[in-house]
């Protein structure tokens, strides 16, 4: 790579290369950003680098992620990377693993070895734990996300704040196995209609193929070789495509409905390790349908036309008609296909009776073509051009790290429509940290607001610590109390598990006001959790006020009390050291994937208040202010509110949560 290095010595001190070439460089994740980054890296002279991803390629990977071929298709991510990355640049030391970063052998001491992280994650609960790893172990960390046209870039280093400072709310993202095998939401089956649509009236490929997977992950064994050919030999073969099907059959509509719901249905009824834990899905055949819908969701009294349930029958009948119209216009003019269009009837019409026929299928509740249009027309695909622009910006955040200029470092946001001198890149000063922020604030104390006489000890262990706050091994005990009730180690928890976990809080003795101490040794975490009692009514009142369609609240964990609660924990409990200040609503996330994006409307919308008296504070001009309402909702925004409420439901999409705790550091986060 002397070709690249004299080049790199044109622009940059000797001394600076020099570094480039020393530095021992984390990159986390090898998807969408993770492949242009490791081009990047390459390509600048980076001498060591170690990637990590436990991920394995699917073909729809391959339409933006250029390290991979077909021929790639199954195999771990990180080693085929690791392994185009070497014919780039032969002289780059690579360690490519195919592992989980949140493995307990990658604690503390295995972040400390390196010069910096580059994070180039697709999920909320990675990006937190990598944040507060590199911040126990005093790693820059440079953060990055897209969403569609959007990006932005975050760098992480001493006396900033972290990841986990800013109140985010991402974009919903779903793995493709789950759209094609085992959906368990309506979104699920209306992004499974949408790849219908465009597998059988738009262009064929195979990233639309919704034909049950038998190479489901899940379907593999446990011990499967990454490095193995296997599982892309058994995606490669035995699948027919819905077009090839329905080329065969001419369009022929009761014959794509029998394949859809009732030939396809059984192919996934024949793979019974999927359905250990779940329910089976359903055949439905055309034959049986009736005009009487027996589904306590078919009240339709006093609602519009398009806010009411379709019958099944109803669906299937439009599904046909659909069919018919839309092959039809295909078959009028054969040499352009059809594109998806939320405002084309015959196009509404299909999704919104192919996904509750779906629906149906899998359990799931139906949606009305009003409920489907709304939910169809913020679904967006990732885009390959602005994972290239971010791991640009990446390298050029890292560049600045290296060469100890972090004052020049910047929050970079990459938008779709240009502000102010019409640019589409925009940048603001990186701020101080949060001082409501519970994973790098010196106040570790929070509030855990819970119905005491419902909520068991098992729910707190497994709900708030391990799931909300994404704690790894956590230890619980009543402060003024030596023993603990939970414990990480191995035997004690198995033996809480049956004495104490069936307990609920109040039966444990922990009340209102009562006050835990929370650590996990593994992340370097303590704090305070003090426990507000609130009833069931209460917590949902609460919750729908700020968000009417907020469903059924078990808990929330706030950096302070709304008057009343704060009152009634003061009242019980000895005086805390500073109150925090006033909490806003944190949204939260369900898993997310580098597939599909559902864009939310209002994700990052700020308390008018707040936004207005931290704009005055941080002196923001117009057209930045413009690219950050543009900017990727997953990541950080620059205006900081107060520290979040965050919410967690019982229904699925509430499971991860941006809202975290850390141990007390007497000195600066790096």
Same mark, same amino acid.
């Given at each position: 790579?002397?070709?690249?290095?004299?080049?790199?010595?044109?622009?940059?001190?000797?001394?600076?290369?020099?570094?480039?070439?020393?530095?021992?460089?984390?990159?986390?994740?090898?998807?969408?950003?993770?492949?242009?980054?490791?081009?990047?890296?390459?390509?600048?002279?980076?001498?060591?680098?170690?990637?990590?991803?436990?991920?394995?390629?699917?073909?729809?990977?391959?339409?933006?992620?250029?390290?991979?071929?077909?021929?790639?298709?199954? !195999?771990?991510?990180?080693?085929?990377?690791?392994?185009?990355?070497?014919?780039?640049?032969?002289?780059?030391?690579?360690?490519?693993?195919?592992?989980?970063?949140?493995?307990?052998?990658?604690?503390?001491?295995?972040?400390?070895?390196?010069?910096?992280?580059?994070?180039?994650?697709?999920?909320?609960?990675?990006?937190?734990?990598?944040?507060?790893?590199?911040?126990?172990?005093?790693?820059?960390?440079?953060?990055?996300?897209?969403?569609?046209?959007?990006?932005? +870039?975050?760098?992480?280093?001493?006396?900033?704040?972290?990841?986990?400072?800013?109140?985010?709310? =991402?974009? !919903?993202?779903?793995?493709?196995?789950?759209?094609?095998?085992? =959906?368990?939401?309506?979104?699920?089956?209306?992004?499974?209609?949408?790849?219908?649509?465009?597998?059988?009236?738009?262009?064929?490929?195979?990233?639309?193929?919704?034909?049950?997977?038998?190479?489901?992950?899940?379907?593999?064994?446990?011990?499967?070789?990454?490095?193995?050919?296997?599982?892309?030999?058994?995606?490669?073969?035995?699948?027919?495509?819905?077009?090839?099907?329905?080329?065969?059959?001419?369009?022929?509509?009761?014959?794509?409905?029998?394949?859809?719901?009732?030939?396809? +249905?059984?192919?996934?009824?024949?793979?019974?390790?999927?359905?250990?834990?779940?329910?089976?899905?359903?055949?439905?055949?055309?034959?049986?349908?009736?005009?009487?819908?027996?589904?306590?969701?078919?009240?339709?009294?006093?609602?519009?036309?398009?806010?009411?349930?379709?019958?099944? !029958?109803?669906?299937?009948?439009?599904?046909?008609?659909?069919?018919?119209?839309?092959?039809?216009?295909?078959?009028?003019?054969?040499?352009?296909?059809?594109?998806? $269009? !939320?405002?084309?009837? $015959?196009?509404?019409?299909?999704?919104?009776?192919?996904?509750?026929?779906?629906?149906?299928?899998?359990?799931?509740?139906?949606?009305?073509?009003?409920?489907?249009?709304?939910?169809?027309?913020?679904?967006?695909?990732?885009?390959?051009?602005?994972?290239?622009?971010?791991?640009?910006?990446?390298?050029?955040?890292?560049?600045?790290?290296?060469?100890?200029?972090?004052?020049?470092?910047?929050?970079?946001?990459?938008?779709?429509?240009?502000?102010?001198?019409?640019?589409?890149?925009?940048?603001?000063?990186?701020?101080?940290?949060?001082?409501?922020?519970?994973?790098?604030?010196?106040?570790?104390?929070?509030?855990?607001?819970? $119905?005491?006489?419902?909520?068991?000890?098992?729910?707190?262990?497994?709900?708030?610590?391990?799931?909300?706050?994404?704690?790894?091994?956590?230890?619980?005990?009543?402060?003024?109390?030596?023993?603990?009730?939970?414990?990480?180690?191995?035997?004690?928890?198995?033996?809480?598990?049956?004495?104490?976990?069936?307990?609920?809080?109040?039966?444990?003795?922990?009340?209102?006001?009562?006050?835990?101490?929370?650590?996990?040794?593994?992340?370097?975490?303590?704090?305070?959790?003090?426990?507000?009692?609130?009833?069931?009514?209460?917590?949902?009142?609460?919750?729908?006020?700020?968000?009417?369609?907020?469903?059924?609240?078990?808990?929330?964990?706030?950096?302070?009390?709304?008057?009343?609660?704060?009152?009634?924990?003061?009242?019980?409990?000895?005086?805390?050291?500073?109150?925090?200040?006033?909490?806003?609503?944190?949204?939260?996330?369900?898993?997310?994937?580098?597939?599909?994006?559902?864009?939310?409307?209002?994700?990052?919308?700020?308390?008018?208040?707040?936004?207005?008296?931290?704009?005055?504070?941080? $002196?923001?001009?117009?057209?930045?202010?413009?690219?950050?309402?543009?900017?990727?909702?997953?990541?950080?925004?620059?205006?900081?509110?107060?520290?979040?409420?965050?919410?967690?439901?019982?229904?699925?999409?509430?499971?991860?949560?941006?809202?975290?705790?850390?141990?007390?550091?007497?000195?600066?986060?790096?």
């Amino acid at each position: 790579m002397a070709g690249h290095a004299e080049v790199l010595s044109a622009v940059l001190s000797a001394d600076v290369v020099q570094k480039i070439s020393d530095a021992k460089i984390l990159v986390v994740g090898a998807g969408g950003i993770g492949c242009e980054l490791l081009k990047n890296l390459a390509m600048c002279g980076f001498g060591n680098v170690e990637l990590i991803d436990l991920d394995t390629i699917d073909v729809t990977n391959l339409n933006r992620q250029f390290l991979f071929q077909r021929e790639h298709v199954g !195999k771990s991510k990180a080693i085929v990377a690791g392994a185009a990355i070497r014919k780039m640049n032969p002289s780059m030391k690579i360690n490519a693993v195919h592992g989980n970063i949140m493995e307990d052998e990658r604690s503390t001491k295995y972040f400390e070895q390196f010069t910096m992280v580059l994070n180039a994650l697709d999920n909320i609960a990675a990006r937190n734990h990598v944040n507060r790893m590199c911040l126990a172990a005093k790693v820059p960390l440079v953060e990055s996300g897209t969403a569609g046209y959007v990006g932005q +870039v975050n760098p992480i280093v001493k006396g900033t704040e972290c990841y986990e400072c800013t109140k985010r709310s =991402p974009p !919903k993202r779903y793995p493709v196995c789950t759209i094609r095998n085992t =959906p368990s939401l309506p979104i699920h089956c209306i992004v499974w209609a949408k790849f219908l649509f465009s597998q059988l009236f738009g262009v064929p490929d195979d990233e639309n193929d919704v034909t049950p997977d038998s190479a489901d992950p899940e379907l593999a064994t446990e011990k499967t070789d990454p490095h193995s050919a296997e599982p892309a030999a058994a995606r490669a073969g035995g699948r027919v495509t819905v077009r090839h099907f329905a080329e065969e059959h001419e369009y022929n509509a009761h014959a794509l409905f029998k394949k859809l719901f009732s030939t396809d +249905v059984d192919a996934l009824r024949s793979m019974e390790k999927l359905w250990v834990k779940r329910t089976a899905p359903v055949v439905v055949e055309y034959a049986s349908l009736t005009d009487e819908d027996p589904s306590p969701q078919s009240s339709n009294a006093q609602l519009l036309p398009d806010q009411q349930l379709w019958s099944l !029958k109803k669906c299937a009948d439009v599904f046909m008609a659909s069919v018919d119209a839309l092959a039809l216009r295909l078959r009028q003019d054969d040499t352009t296909d059809l594109e998806w $269009d !939320k405002d084309d009837e $015959d196009a509404m019409n299909f999704v919104t009776a192919t996904s509750n026929l779906r629906a149906h299928v899998f359990g799931i509740p139906r949606k009305s073509h009003f409920e489907t249009k709304s939910m169809a027309g913020k679904i967006i695909p990732a885009i390959a051009t602005t994972n290239a622009i971010v791991a640009g910006l990446i390298v050029i955040e890292a560049l600045k790290i290296l060469q100890s200029n972090e004052s020049q470092c910047r929050n970079v946001y990459l938008s779709r429509i240009p502000g102010g001198r019409g640019r589409i890149l925009s940048a603001t000063k990186l701020n101080p940290p949060n001082p409501d922020c519970f994973v790098c604030r010196e106040q570790l104390e929070v509030y855990l607001r819970v $119905d005491t006489s419902s909520f068991t000890v098992e729910e707190l262990w497994s709900k708030v610590l391990m799931k909300h706050l994404g704690m790894k091994e956590p230890e619980v005990s009543v402060e003024g109390s030596a023993s603990e009730i939970i414990s990480s180690d191995p035997e004690d928890l198995e033996m809480q598990k049956k004495l104490i976990f069936p307990n609920t809080l109040s039966q444990q003795g922990i009340k209102d006001g009562a006050r835990l101490m929370c650590g996990d040794d593994f992340q370097k975490l303590e704090f305070r959790l003090v426990v507000a009692h609130a009833t069931a009514h209460d917590l949902n009142a609460a919750a729908s006020s700020r968000d009417t369609s907020a469903e059924e609240v078990e808990f929330e964990v706030v950096g302070t009390l709304p008057p009343q609660a704060d009152q009634a924990a003061a009242a019980s409990a000895e005086a805390s050291d500073e109150p925090p200040s006033q909490a806003e609503e944190a949204a939260t996330a369900e898993n997310d994937d580098d597939d599909i994006v559902m864009v939310t409307s209002g994700a990052v919308a700020l308390n008018q208040s707040t936004a207005a008296e931290t704009a005055r504070q941080r $002196d923001a001009s117009d057209h930045v202010q413009r690219s950050k309402r543009e900017r990727p909702t997953e990541m950080p925004t620059a205006k900081r509110p107060p520290m979040l409420v965050s919410r967690t439901a019982s229904s699925e999409g509430y499971s991860d949560a941006t809202t975290r705790s850390k141990r007390r550091r007497t000195d600066a986060a790096p």
